[in-house]
Nanobody, 126 residues
Framework: QVQLRESGPGLVKPSHTLSLTCTVS??????????WSWIRQPPGKGLEWIGY???????YYTPSLKSRTSISRDTSKNQITLQLSSVTPEDTAVYYC??????????????????WGQGTQVTVSS
C-alpha cells in the first residue's frame, strides 16, 4: 500500500519561505510511470495543483506559482520537498502531496491522483 505523509511548520511569517516534506512509503519516487505532486486547498476554496517532480527528477509548475515554487527530492530518503517563497496570507491552505500516473493527460487535475497524504495545514501570519 502506497502511503504519503506531509510534514513541516504549521505557521510561516509573511515574506518567508514555506518548506514542506512528503515522505513516501510503499513505492519508490524514482520508479517509472509516476509523478509526485503538491496540491493545496485554501479555506473555502477548491483544490489547486501546484506542481510535480517526476520519477526522473524533472519538474513542472503551475504558471501562476512558478516564480515562487521549487520542488525537489531526496532519493535516499524517498522524500519530496516543496518550497514556496515570499508567502502571503493568500498562501494559507491545507497542503497535500499526491501521486499521479505519468501517462495521464490530466495530471493537473486533483481527481487524477490515486494516492494522497493526509494533508498539513499551513497558516501564513505574523
Amino acid at each position: 500500500q502506497v502511503q504519503l505523509r506531509e510534514s513541516g511548520p504549521g505557521l510561516v511569517k509573511p515574506s518567508h519561505t514555506l518548506s514542506l516534506t512528503c515522505t513516501v512509503s510503499g513505492d519508490s519516487i524514482t520508479a517509472g510511470n509516476y509523478y509526485w505532486s503538491w496540491i493545496r486547498q485554501p479555506p473555502g476554496k477548491g483544490l489547486e495543483w501546484i506542481g510535480y517532480i517526476s520519477y526522473s527528477g524533472t519538474t513542472y509548475y503551475t504558471p501562476s506559482l512558478k516564480s515562487r515554487t521549487s520542488i525537489s527530492r531526496d532519493t535516499s530518503k524517498n522524500q519530496i520537498t516543496l518550497q514556496l517563497s515570499s508567502v502571503t496570507p493568500e498562501d494559507t491552505a491545507v497542503y497535500y502531496c499526491a501521486r499521479v500516473w505519468s501517462g495521464s493527460y490530466t495530471f493537473t487535475d486533483a481527481a487524477s491522483h490515486d494516492f494522497w497524504g493526509q494533508g498539513t495545514q499551513v497558516t501564513v501570519s505574523s
